[in-house]
């Protein structure tokens, strides 16, 4: 009587969270333009590689095809409008410079434009790095969650384009972001211009290589790309206190799992190095306490990064209990560490799903990204999966 009971209120729960996620993703496609025709469409990279993998994880769990159809909308109008030139720049069309009709083929074969509220900054206009937050161009590790995105809509709705825009987007981010130091030595930069033509941002992302190299894998045919990324992986450069950082490196460790059982690749140093770093940057973010903290000193999306990435430990633990022998015992030790950090993700989730701290300006101000991230933390399947058919994901 009492399993039967604890398996209703497991159930009741489950519904609530659906619920939850419906009526975000809901109001998000009205308030940016993807339901709503009457307003004109608001696309932001990041925020919609996750609103993608969303209505997925919808469509998977309910089986409506609203939630598919939204992820199909949601990718043409990304495509449509990050594709192509702003409005209020002088150039116009597709961003790679294809006419019309071969642009809608190929529509990532150019990048795609982060989304910014300014234009970007000229080639010869001065460097001001408060600004250039709030100017367009192209982000690497954007454009990687795009890539992953795609790849899930490919599986999940089962047309190889997607797939085929990922290729065709890691090959344009691969040549437009990739440069040689004076030692002749290969690295990525940051930001780059919205045509892919001059740097915006030189220095080089912490975590860009490790987030390309395993999203390369979830690829087809880019293995000298893989290989040139092999080459700019540097573990001791990994360490943060980030919450979102940290929770990409958990993001990233799920899916080498993944990746590792289902023979995709096979670098057992890496996926014992991303684990440790992974688990001491865990421990040092923790021994502050930072989720102590009032909620207008609080970025919720950045926590949201850490809350979907403990989520991924799960991933790591069914992995390596069903291919015993594949995984180094050390691994193993520190993902059951890690697992001892999960609740710091439902604390994470349960504080910002409260109305009074969406109150705040911290939320109000990054309202689309952290509604979007939280409908991700409460249900991140497609998410976290990098394999076909997601049977390491049991939640």
């Not at 398996?7 to 009205?30: G, K, L, N, S, Y």
């Not at 990041?46 to 769990?61: E, G, I, P, Q, V």
């Not at 309910?62 to 192509?84: P, S, W």
């Not at 997607?162 to 691969?174: G, S, T």
Request: proline share 4%; with cysteine; charged share 25%.
């Amino acid at each position: 009587m009492l399993t039967t009971c604890n398996d209703e209120r497991t159930m009741m729960i489950q519904d609530a969270v659906i619920e939850d996620v419906r009526q975000i993703m809901t109001d998000f496609a009205e308030r940016t333009g993807l339901s709503d025709t009457s307003r004109t469409p608001r696309r932001y990279l990041w925020t919609d590689a996750h609103a993608a993998c969303n209505f997925l994880s919808l469509y998977r769990r309910t089986a409506e095809e609203e939630y598919r159809d939204l992820a199909i909308a949601l990718v043409d109008q990304v495509h449509r409008v990050l594709g192509r030139h702003r409005d209020d720049d002088p150039r116009q069309g597709w961003i790679s410079g294809l006419d019309e009709q071969e642009g809608s083929q190929h529509p990532t074969a150019g990048g795609l434009r982060i989304g910014k509220e300014l234009n970007e900054r000229a080639r010869d206009a001065p460097y001001d790095e408060r600004s250039e937050w709030d100017r367009d161009g192209q982000y690497f590790h954007y454009l990687t969650k795009w890539m992953h995105a795609l790849m899930r809509a490919s599986v999940v709705i089962g047309d190889s384009r997607y797939r085929r825009w990922a290729v065709e987007l890691a090959q344009a981010a691969h040549a437009g972001f990739v440069a040689r130091t004076p030692a002749g030595r290969k690295r990525l930069a940051w930001k780059m211009s919205i045509d892919l033509s001059y740097p915006l941002v030189p220095s080089t992302g912490q975590h860009d290589a490790l987030d390309a190299w395993v999203t390369y894998n979830e690829l087809p045919g880019l293995e000298a790309d893989i290989a040139d990324l092999e080459d700019m992986l540097d573990a001791k450069q990994w360490s943060t206190s980030d919450p979102l950082g940290i929770g990409g490196l958990l993001f990233d460790a799920g899916r080498v799992v993944q990746l590792t059982a289902a023979k995709r690749v096979a670098n057992p140093e890496l996926l014992t190095a991303l684990a440790r770093v992974s688990l001491e940057s865990l421990e040092t973010f923790a021994a502050h306490r930072p989720l102590t903290a009032a909620a207008k000193y609080r970025l919720a999306f950045r926590e949201f990064g850490l809350s979907i990435g403990l989520q991924a430990i799960p991933i790591m633990q069914h992995g390596l209990d069903d291919n015993p022998g594949l995984f180094a015992d050390s691994l193993r030790r520190d993902v059951e560490i890690l697992a001892q950090y999960a609740d710091l993700g439902d604390a994470i989730t349960k504080f910002w799903r409260r109305h009074s701290h969406q109150r705040q300006p911290s939320w109000r101000e990054h309202r689309d990204i952290n509604a979007v991230m939280l409908a991700t933390s409460l249900l991140p399947v497609e998410f976290l999966t990098a394999s076909s058919d997601g049977k390491l994901f049991r939640r």
